[in-house]
């Protein structure tokens, strides 16, 4: 069974156009293509991504907070109890009086000691503004420092300027070394989000409400991840950089918000999140489906007549994608107008 699917997935009309088979992706000639079992080495990548992350939370994140006022506010630890702890974790995190007088029965203790160990250890739950300092400034130091290397990497290309190039010569068109650097960093830093996923802040999955955004951002990482790794397969490197440079260029700017937020700087966050929602609508709402969009639905058939059944695959996953940008714009809007009429 596994051979049959792995004979369907690799299929060279999925792929590439007509008369264009895996062979011909054999370099030669000076040309250089990508190679699937290369993204075997994003997931070494993602741990050398998670040993970055941590030096770069605690020797330049925590000095960085301190300097802008964030303390480390220190929380009591409930003493160990394994009844209480099962209670927590099965029952309910705020049980009612009646509930409380039982759990003081089981425990041999008062009322109100059992009620100080449940706030206690509730409050061990709600992260640290100063953990959320860190995980911000994480997120904002990789969006922008490839925000600036993608734009390197891209700025004295053809593509960038003209959309159509994305289509010249293709598919035998030679892989560059930035390219598969931005490649490799991109597809890795996805992978050590969803290592870290369950520790993160954002992603706990405790609560209802909670566990939904857990699997959201589960679902988005991954569905990252494999719009990234089918590209690459295609060899749609091209266009690919231009869509991972589009959602940078946005993200940093928010995460900068949210950094000043923690800080209590009002006036900074305020002005950092309007340039990130004028970034979000030129970049997303913008330029992403009069550029990138046209690129990927409109030119290729003018390069061939019978397309295949990847350009409707990935196609489908980037109007999804427009889809969400459209719905967080939707979002960012209505803080917008809360923002301005309501201060």
Known sequence: ILKTLNSWFWWENIWMP??????????????????????????????VMLIVRFFSERYVAVPLAKALGIKNVRRV?????????????????????????????KCNCTARLVEKWFRRRR????????????????????????SIAGFIFLYDKPWFYDIWQTWVDYPFQTLLP?????????????????FTIGIDIKRKASG???????????????????LMSCSWCGNYVRIGT?????????????????MFNYAHWEKTCNTLFIIFSI???????ILFPCWILRGTLYQPTFYSTTPVIAYFLFNGMLLTLQGLHLYW??????????????K
């Open 77 to 105: 630890k409930p003493q160990p109890n394994p009844v209480l702890e099962s209670y927590f974790r099965e029952c309910s995190r705020h049980p009612s009086q009646s509930e409380i007088q039982g759990l003081a029965k």
């Open 208 to 226: 209802h409400a909670k566990r939904k955004d857990f699997l959201a951002h589960v679902v988005h990482h991954f569905a990252a991840i494999g």
């Open 279 to 285: 970034v979000f609508f030129i970049t997303r709402v």
């Open 329 to 342: 714009g939707y979002l960012i809007l209505r803080i917008l107008k809360r923002f301005i009429f309501l």
């Open 178 to 194: 930035s390219q598969y650097w931005y490649y490799m960093a991109e597809i890795s830093f996805y992978w050590s989000l969803l």
């Open 242 to 258: 231009l869509v991972m440079f589009v959602h940078d260029t946005a993200d940093f700017w928010l995460e900068a918000a949210k």
């Open 18 to 47: 007509i008369n264009v088979t895996w062979a011909d992706f054999v370099d030669r000639d000076g040309l250089v293509f990508p190679k699937p079992h290369q993204l075997y080495a994003t997931i070494p990548y993602a741990f």
């Open 123 to 146: 409050n061990l739950e709600i992260p640290t503004v100063l953990r959320k300092f860190q995980e911000a400034f994480w997120r904002f130091s990789f969006h922008f420092t490839f």
